[in-house]
């Protein structure tokens, strides 16, 4: 149910590469919409005997990669709520109901950073928090986010990307629906790949 908005936040991922080359990364890095490098997906448990998964179709975001300031690094997303696909129309009905989404009254879901932790000397790991707004409420997460990687593409461009998870409560986001003890949570798992502006 998460793919825009959890896209925001794997963006400031990027701050992760280490060494003399990370500092090559440095700049402002766009999403790649055009060619859709990037998915925002979502996995929960169905009763406890199996996972539904599904994805966010519809977003767009920006970050700030600085490789000596990690204090510079930042990330923006959007996120078209109304764009779930868990490749089954009924069920996606649902998801975009009140009982769940409600993206008629909430169409957008966003992700702003506020802060990026390294997790070694390395800098690849990092620890992305910031506030993730979903439903109308306004939380703070945090995502683990490793740097897949940076550099030259075939048309001229530098590209940068990263995959980060989070797991969020459907209740900390005034979601109704009773799912059951087994469905409390839903993983997100974001992979986002930037061109630089």
Do not use: C
Not at 5 to 13: E, G, K, N, P
């Amino acid at each position: 149910m998460l793919r825009k908005l959890a896209i925001s936040s794997a963006v400031s991922m990027a701050v992760l590469a280490g060494g003399a080359q990370a500092a090559d990364g440095d700049g402002t890095y766009a999403f790649d919409t055009k060619g859709d490098h990037q998915f925002i997906m979502f996995k929960i448990s169905h009763l406890g005997y199996s996972y539904i998964y599904g994805r966010f179709n519809e977003f767009d975001g920006q970050f700030t990669y600085n490789a000596e300031d990690p204090s510079k690094n930042s990330v923006q997303v959007t996120i078209d709520t109304s764009s779930v696909d868990s490749n089954h129309a009924e069920r996606d009905k649902h998801l975009r109901s009140d009982d769940f989404l409600a993206v008629d009254e909430f169409p957008q879901a966003t992700f702003k950073s506020k802060k990026v932790i390294f997790d070694g000397d390395d800098k690849d790991e990092a620890k992305i928090v910031g506030d993730l707004t979903l439903r109308g409420v306004t939380k703070e997460i945090t995502l683990d986010a490793d740097m897949v990687g940076h550099g030259k593409d075939p048309w001229g461009g530098y590209r940068m990307g990263f995959e980060a998870e989070t797991d969020l409560r459907l209740k900390d986001f005034g979601i109704p629906m009773d799912l059951g003890p087994q469905s409390e949570t839903v993983e997100m798992i974001i992979t986002v790949e930037g061109v630089r502006q």
